[in-house]
């Protein structure tokens, strides 16, 4: 069905558009999104009209038909709901006069700020802390009908312990976002330097790093980018998607390094597509971070007049077109697949594998989908040498890692360390423990499909394989910490409910199975749970 629906829209609307993009630009320009709306596009495309409404629905930011002349959203991540976003939330709805709409978003990605809101409709809305008097501010703000300022939060970036473990820290920093700061550290000089040379060299030097892919599933790089650059393509075409769409909460990871090393990752970006022959890219950038998404769509100009994309890159004959294309709040989206369905403007359902996307992908075209992590090391890996980058680390786990701590602890903020450092160094040394002399109950790691570690795997290094043996994962390594107080039933009520609303409902374990999960815990939470319940 999707291959049909992908046939017509390139019938009607060519290989550079899709019913997706055209809903987003409408909702940018109108704010939400109403059946009328809907109805008229389809007849403009010339498209099913209910293909369009399939498309609009299965996206959160989509598929709301919002009446109100403003959207006010509350983050319910973990770690805002540890800051208090629950009553927060009471409290502004009560005070939210009728042209205020209150929802709830999942992550803004200041998770050590929280609790966080963002006000504002269409595709740059403010983004504040309601903590330090802003929530009192912003109630009487919309009793009385006046202004509301204050300051966007910001994550604190803490330096590494060493230089020998910092890699992705050293070119960064809310400056870098400038092509000449950039090019001055010495971004580009890797591409530079490949460009000279052969294709098959990158992929050389990214295989010998031994780095895997910092998205979750710790896939071999370098094995990634053989694949596709040996697999045959019957259009002709390879592509290289940049997954941004960092949903997790308590992960801010991605969010910094799109903003504050954006050129490091395009140049990563860049060597990818160059590696493997591709001429296309796309960077699917989470809706949720509207600083990024208006930032990378200044980097891609800026780089592009420089030469350093578009027709023959540096003057070296090899072209690499990208695009900024936005989510709109589908989780499942960081799922590679459904990332790809969404750029094809279909519903973003999760497909079967194999085919895997290095294979078959993107227009049914190889396809490398790399996080953007991922893609930030490739340039320190082909400048310095693979060998360099796996002498750091532990086991199967090599280089270092970015890590986002946030919740209970004295110091949150994002970190760079050594694979192999232990969850006991991360929370108590770095993050500097537990506030008020309180005790460690716990940490989320790896987002609502990793787990929850009590105190017993303090001592677990911080490897991929090493958190799969205790029970978790590695994910996007975005740490959540539980002091001795907080109900791990409540916390796993949420992860489960998160799971039950976010599925994309192809498969019944996980449709069916985080419903009836809920509703286990709300029978232990209301005391009625029995021992067949654990």
């Given at each position: 069905m999707s291959a049909n629906l992908i046939a017509l829209q390139n019938r009607f609307l060519g290989r550079g558009e899709t019913v997706y993009d055209h809903l987003a630009r409408l909702r940018e320009q109108?704010?939400?999104?109403?059946?009328e709306d809907l109805l008229a596009l389809s007849r403009q495309l010339n498209l099913p009209p209910?293909?369009?409404?399939?498309?609009?629905?299965?996206?959160?930011?989509?598929?709301?038909?919002?009446?109100a002349e403003q959207t006010l959203r509350v983050c319910n991540g973990e770690s805002c709901a540890l800051a208090g976003a629950a009553a927060c939330r009471e409290r502004l709805e009560r005070a939210a006069p009728d042209g205020v709409h209150v929802a709830?978003?999942?992550?803004?990605?200041?998770?050590?700020?929280?609790?966080?809101?963002?006000?504002g409709s269409g595709s740059e809305p403010r983004v504040f802390s309601l903590a330090g008097g802003a929530l009192e501010r912003l109630e009487q703000a919309l009793s009385d009908d006046s202004e509301f300022s204050a300051e966007e939060?910001?994550?604190?970036?803490?330096?590494?312990?060493s230089e020998r473990e910092t890699v992705l820290l050293s070119r960064f920093g809310p400056d870098f976002a400038e092509l000449a700061v950039a090019r001055k550290a010495g971004v580009y000089r890797a591409l530079e330097t490949a460009l000279s040379g052969e294709p098959a060299a990158v992929i050389e030097a990214i295989k010998t790093s031994r780095i895997r892919g910092r998205g979750g599933a710790g896939f071999p790089a370098g094995l990634k980018l053989q694949t596709v650059a040996d697999a045959p393509s019957k259009s002709g075409d390879k592509y290289v998607v940049v997954n941004a769409d960092e949903g997790d909460a308590g992960a801010f990871i991605d969010k910094e390094l799109l903003e504050q090393a954006p050129h490091t990752v395009l140049e990563g970006l860049i060597l990818a597509a160059f590696a493997v022959g591709a001429n296309q890219g796309f960077v699917y950038l989470r809706g949720e971070y509207p600083r990024a998404l208006s930032l990378w769509r200044r980097v891609l100009d800026d780089a592009e007049a420089a030469g350093l994309l578009g027709d023959s890159v540096m003057g070296s004959g090899f072209s690499f077109h990208v695009r900024v294309v936005p989510g709109h709040g589908a989780y499942i989206c960081g799922e590679e697949t459904?990332?790809?369905?969404?750029?094809?403007?279909?519903p973003a359902q999760v497909s079967f594998k194999p085919p895997y996307p290095a294979i078959e992908g993107y227009r049914g075209a190889p396809t490398v989908v790399n996080n953007v992590e991922t893609l930030a090391a490739y340039p320190y890996i082909v400048q310095d040498?693979?060998?360099?980058?796996?002498?750091?680390?532990?086991?199967?786990?090599?280089?270092?890692?970015?890590?986002?701590?946030?919740?209970?602890?004295?110091q949150p903020g994002l970190f760079e360390v050594e694979l192999g450092t232990t969850l006991r160094t991360l929370v108590f040394d770095l993050a500097g423990g537990i506030p008020g002399g309180k005790q460690f109950k716990a940490m989320q790691i790896g987002g609502p499909l990793g787990g929850i570690l009590g105190a017993e795997h303090l001592d677990v290094p911080l490897t991929f394989e090493d958190l799969t043996a205790a029970g978790g994962m590695l994910?996007?390594?975005?740490?959540?910490?539980?002091?001795?107080?907080?109900?791990?039933?409540?916390?796993?009520?949420?992860?489960?409910?998160?799971?039950?609303?976010?599925?994309?409902?192809k498969c019944f374990p996980c449709r069916i199975g985080a419903v009836r999960a809920t509703e286990v815990f709300d029978k232990i939470l209301a005391g009625r749970g029995e021992q067949a319940d654990l």
């Open positions: 109108k704010g939400a999104l109403a059946d209910a293909h369009v409404r399939s498309v609009a629905k299965f996206y959160d930011e989509l598929r709301r038909d919002e009446p709830d978003v999942t992550c803004l990605g200041y998770c050590g700020s929280g609790p966080n809101a963002a006000l939060p910001k994550n604190v970036i803490h330096p590494p312990r459904s990332l790809l369905r969404s750029l094809e403007g279909v040498g693979g060998e360099k980058y796996a002498e750091l680390g532990l086991g199967e786990s090599r280089g270092t890692k970015l890590v986002s701590i946030s919740g209970h602890v004295n994910g996007h390594a975005g740490i959540v910490v539980f002091d001795e107080h907080v109900d791990l039933v409540e916390i796993g009520r949420g992860l489960m409910k998160f799971c039950a609303v976010e599925s994309c409902g």
